[in-house]
């Protein structure tokens, strides 16, 4: 059975940092490109990040490029995302996902970026 559960969101002030983490069972992760997808208050999922199944391939949305960097372990399982110079519009529930619109994604975590 794929699992996929995400951890480390919480409340932040704008300009700090957050790391993501996304635990992977069920299926054989590194051989599967991963993805990070968000929610925002009110509006649909928007993609975030891609990396390749080495973690040597990675992708970002124009509105996160320069601030989040997403990365992976294969022995552990484990997707990241480090979240950099958080801002309001960041706000939103993060979940990782083995494809690009967010099929088979997990519970997610909240980010909420506010003072």
């Known amino acids: 059975q794929v699992q996929l559960v995400e951890s480390g969101g919480g409340l932040v002030q704008p300009g700090g940092s957050l790391r993501l983490s996304c635990a992977a069972s069920?299926?054989?992760?590194?051989?599967?490109?991963m993805y990070w997808v968000r929610q925002a208050p009110g509006k649909g999922l928007e993609w975030v990040s891609s990396?390749?199944?080495?973690?040597?391939?990675?992708n970002y949305a124009e509105s996160v490029k320069g601030r989040f960097t997403v990365s992976r372990d294969n022995f552990k399982n484990t997707l990241y995302l480090q979240m950099n110079s958080l801002k309001s519009e960041d706000t939103a529930v993060y979940y990782c996902?083995?494809?690009?619109?967010?099929?088979?994604r997990g519970q997610g975590t909240q980010v909420t970026v506010s003072s």
């Open positions: 996902a083995r494809d690009r619109k967010g099929s088979g």
């Open positions: 990396i390749n199944p080495a973690g040597t391939m990675t």
């Open positions: 069920g299926f054989t992760f590194r051989v599967n490109g």
